[in-house]
């Protein structure tokens, strides 16, 4: 069984820095599609980046809103998948959440945010940014 933890959250103000970790266990490859997610209370959980390592592609891809200040990486031999966020801003202000896509078919869609595509999650790590 896979399960995922999130860890690496905490209060910066804006234009710092945070690099959130996704501890994975259980996983029997690096086949994998995996994404970041985060939650404001009252708000739809938004997409925020993904990366298909299947075959060793390492494609990546960002919501508008992050594009040239989040990166997302992964460590295999930790198997951890990281999120770098750079020049952060108040609005990135939420719950950051970690998933694994149910197949790779996920990472390569054109909507690959949607709810039901994605399982499991982290229990997540709260980023807070103030100005």
């Known amino acids: 069984q896979v399960q995922l933890a999130e860890s690496g959250g905490g209060s910066v103000q804006a234009g710092g820095s945070l690099r959130l970790s996704c501890a994975a266990s259980?996983?029997?490859?690096?086949?994998?599609?995996m994404g970041w997610f985060r939650q404001v209370p009252g708000k739809e959980r938004e997409g925020v980046a993904l990366?298909?390592?299947?075959?060793?592609?390492?494609?990546?891809r960002f919501v508008d809103s992050v594009k040239g200040r989040f990166t997302i990486s992964q460590d295999n031999a930790k198997n951890t998948v990281y999120l770098q966020m750079d020049d952060l801003k108040p609005e990135d202000t939420a719950m950051y959440y970690c998933?694994?896509?149910?197949?790779?078919?996920?990472?390569?869609?054109?909507?690959?945010?949607?709810?039901?595509?994605?399982?499991?999650w982290g229990q997540g790590t709260q980023v807070t940014v103030s100005s």
């Open positions: 998933a694994r896509a149910t197949t790779r078919s996920v990472c390569l869609g054109g909507n690959p945010w949607a709810d039901g595509m994605w399982n499991p």
């Open positions: 259980g996983l029997t490859s690096w086949n994998n599609c």
């Open positions: 990366i298909d390592s299947y075959y060793g592609t390492d494609s990546t």
